[in-house]
């Protein structure tokens, strides 16, 4: 039993077909990197957005609300941030309600933050990442530090989305090669 078929058209067929598998899937790879350092920028634009946003609101007044007064029928939503605001002394001025459960690694220090922001990436026991990004605001009533954070689970889960897409339609392609 021969392995290879004689006719020359099958063959071109078959090695046409395996070239553009192979390039379909060079595609699928390159897009889906691109894709998923795309959501990630998106994640630090958004988290940079929302600190300069609570740096003018701190600015502006002072006015902060009770870190004890949590709404208890609020759930947190996939894509929701979590917001903590800290005095230099290591006193909790504000922390995301929705987020009880959750703390970051408190108190921070205030000689490891400064007024421009930083990046990092804290991961939780549960396997759980969040990309945090902090600053020191200097307002008229003190140093503040203010730490926003997200969760990356909604990156992984659209890129695995994307990808199972991708994966369905792969035979298709192939099959009107």
Do not use: C
């Not at 990197?33 to 988290?47: K, R």
């Not at 459960?101 to 921070?108: A, F, G, K």
Request: proline share 7%; net charge neutral.
């Amino acid at each position: 039993m021969k392995f290879f078929v004689q006719n020359i058209r099958t063959r071109l067929t078959m090695k046409h077909t395996a070239v553009f598998a192979i390039l379909l899937l060079g595609y699928a790879v390159v897009n889906l990197v691109f894709l998923f350092y795309y959501l990630n920028n998106q994640l630090d634009m958004n988290l940079k957005e929302d600190l300069e946003i609570i740096q003018e609101i701190l600015l502006t007044n002072e006015v902060i609300i009770n870190p004890l007064q949590k709404l208890p029928d609020h759930h947190p939503k996939p894509y929701e941030r979590f917001v903590e605001i800290w005095s230099d002394s290591g006193k909790v001025l504000y922390h995301s309600s929705a987020f009880k459960s959750l703390l970051l690694p408190s108190p921070p220090n205030p000689e490891r933050y400064t007024v421009e922001p930083h990046y990092f990436l804290l991961q939780f026991p549960s396997g759980e990442k969040w990309k945090t990004i902090a600053a020191m605001v200097i307002t008229p009533n003190g140093r503040r530090i203010v730490r926003i954070s997200m969760s990356e689970e909604h990156l992984y889960e659209q890129t695995l989305e994307i990808f199972r897409f991708m994966s369905f339609l792969t035979p298709l392609f192939l099959l009107f090669a």
